[in-house]
């Protein structure tokens, strides 16, 4: 129900904009998230939305350089990644759910497959 894509390879200092489409239901009244995990380490928190937009919440090491973003007219949020590093390359994951907000990965309900970002030094 969640779908993941615009992840691939990127040199350091490039960008890249990740896509999570929505399919079966609306997601329309639920946070979205985009969490990350590298070979060999645990799930971690990138970003979060609120279902209106009006809130975000960073990571201390993606604040200033990813943007999430959310259009709910076509159940669609996105993460655009600048000024990317080495350390950002993962397989990146979209996640809803309801109710409050949290950066907890195991409190979210829907999750997406992945799509891999590989950042070259």
């Known amino acids: 129900q969640l779908q993941a894509s615009g992840g691939g390879l990127v040199q350091a200092g490039g960008s890249l904009r990740l896509s999570c489409a929505a399919s079966?239901?609306?997601?329309?009244?639920?946070?979205m998230g985009w969490f990350r995990q590298a070979p060999g380490k645990e799930r971690e928190f990138v970003a979060l939305?609120?279902?209106?937009?009006?809130?975000?919440y960073y990571a201390d090491s993606v604040k200033g350089r990813f943007t999430i973003s959310r259009e709910n007219g076509k159940n669609t949020a996105y993460l655009q990644m600048n000024s990317l590093k080495p350390e950002d390359t993962a397989i990146y994951y979209c996640?809803?759910?309801?109710?409050?907000?949290?950066?907890?990965?195991?409190?979210?309900?829907?999750w997406g497959h992945g799509t891999l970002v590989t950042v070259s030094s």
């Open positions: 996640a809803a759910k309801k109710l409050w907000y949290t950066t907890n990965a195991g409190q979210y309900d829907y």
């Open positions: 079966g239901r609306t997601f329309t009244n639920y946070h």
């Open positions: 939305i609120s279902w209106s937009g009006d809130s975000t």
